[in-house]
């Protein structure tokens, strides 16, 4: 299954600079995200449905379901999601 193309990212731009920021995340392509050698966070979608895989501290990928042109509540959501794996991740690595 293909990533999520760029452009249908632009209405999470704002959230996804701010995971650009987070220290000792590499973009290896646009819009996926590894910590260190371990991949982290990519997006995917499929007959309109969008959602971003997130790596746990387990290994084990979590799906996260971001609409098209989602809610400032679900980008809010999103973020803090991502946020606490990245948390969890740097503090297990």
Do not use: C
Not at 22 to 28: P, S, V
Not at 51 to 79: M, P, Y
């Amino acid at each position: 299954m293909g990533h999520t193309k760029p452009a249908d990212l632009l209405d999470l731009s704002k959230e996804i600079d701010a995971i650009r920021s987070l220290t000792g995340l590499r973009e290896k392509s646009p819009n996926v995200f590894y910590f260190k050698s371990i991949p982290f966070l990519h997006f995917h979608d499929k007959d309109g449905v969008r959602w971003a895989d997130v790596k746990s501290v387990s290994g084990q990928w979590r799906r996260l379901e971001i609409n098209f042109e989602a809610s400032a509540n679900q980008r809010r959501q999103f973020t803090t999601e991502v946020r606490t794996a990245y948390d969890l991740l740097t503090k297990s690595k």
